[in-house]
């Protein structure tokens, strides 16, 4: 009976420190599937599988625009102004080989400016 309180009073902690540790890298893991985009106050053509337009998107104030292929669900983009835009980044399975490996969901618009 000693032996089993013995393994009990050595496993109560080891598992308090797993449940911890497995709930930060938890919260890491979903700040990582956030991204910050600016888009830009023009779309740009591009060719994706045929001619479109493609949205202007960066990460930071300095970095160059680059074309956004595929769209971000729940934002309704308005030309002529600058957005700043928090994401979430999803991982897809299985997509076709036009399509994008990533989804792109709108958390919240931070700012709206008019370029």
């Known amino acids: 009976m ?13 598992l308090a420190l797993f449940a ?9 893991a979903s700040a990582a599937d956030e ?8 779309t740009a053509d591009c060719t994706g599988v045929a001619p479109m337009k493609c949205l202007q998107v960066k990460e930071k104030a300095t970095d160059n625009w680059s074309n ?8 309704t983009y308005e030309p002529g102004y600058e957005y700043v835009l928090k994401v979430k980044t999803e991982k897809l399975e299985n997509v076709p080989a036009d399509a994008s490996s990533i989804k ?11 370029k």
């Open 2 to 14: 000693k032996s089993i309180a013995t393994i009990l009073k050595g496993a109560v902690p080891a």
């Open 104 to 114: 792109y969901t709108l958390i919240k618009q931070v700012s709206k400016t008019k």
């Open 20 to 28: 911890i540790t497995q709930c930060t890298t938890t919260a890491g």
């Open 35 to 42: 991204k910050t985009f600016i888009v830009g106050p023009q």
């Open 68 to 75: 956004f292929y595929t769209n971000i669900e729940g934002f």
